[in-house]
């Protein structure tokens, strides 16, 4: 009766589990690389003079026509500064800080990141030393990739 019992139980355990396939979707994907010249980049600063230096940073506007509403809202979006090390392609994810120190041992941060908008991606330059009087004086090379 047991053993019975045990069976009945087992089959209707088995006949109330249904399986139901999870739909897998491909997801759709988009990246691009360009460069930013220094020419490229616009300078930002604060209207009060006491703090002219402390708010200054440089961007660049770029137009990203497929960075629509929906992937703002529901899928992924990254961006990395691009750079070689010995000849191999180094993708950096942003924000991204790197260190300098010139021949007088002067030391400053510069830390690149980004803003995602509407059909547009915002590229950041700043630095710790609030320098104003000169633009970033490198091309950068950076790589935006969406995922939806």
Known sequence: MKKISFVLALMLIMASCTYNPTEIV???SFSREFTVYPT???R???K???KSSMNTFFYYDLKV???TSDILNNGVMSAYLIYYDKNEKIFAPLPFDDFYKDKHDFMWIEQATCEFS???VRFIIK???FRIDILPEYEYTFM????W
């Open 40 to 42: 490229d980049w616009q």
């Open 127 to 129: 630095y710790s030393d």
């Open 48 to 50: 009060e003079p006491e």
């Open 65 to 67: 026509p497929e960075l």
């Open 44 to 46: 930002v600063e604060t």
């Open 26 to 28: 491909e997801p759709y």
């Open 118 to 120: 509407f059909r547009s």
């Open 144 to 147: 935006i990739k969406l995922l």
